[in-house]
């Protein structure tokens, strides 16, 4: 399993989203914003291993 920090492009939250594939080809990701409380596009900040 793999651990990446992403910003909400929308209200700037910080989070940790784990997934068992490799995210860093992408530049920004579609995903549901925990503080948002809806689809939100991502920017990739890091991945933490």
């Known amino acids: ?7 909400c492009a929308k209200c700037g939250f ?3 989203l784990k997934v068992s594939y490799n995210i860093s080809d ?3 990701i579609y ?3 925990p503080k ?6 991502h920017e990739i900040l890091e991945r933490l291993d």
């Open 36 to 41: 948002c409380k809806k689809n939100t596009f």
């Open 31 to 33: 995903h549901y914003c």
């Open 14 to 16: 910080v989070w940790v």
């Open 1 to 7: 399993m793999t651990s990446w920090k992403l910003r």
């Open 26 to 28: 992408m530049d920004k």
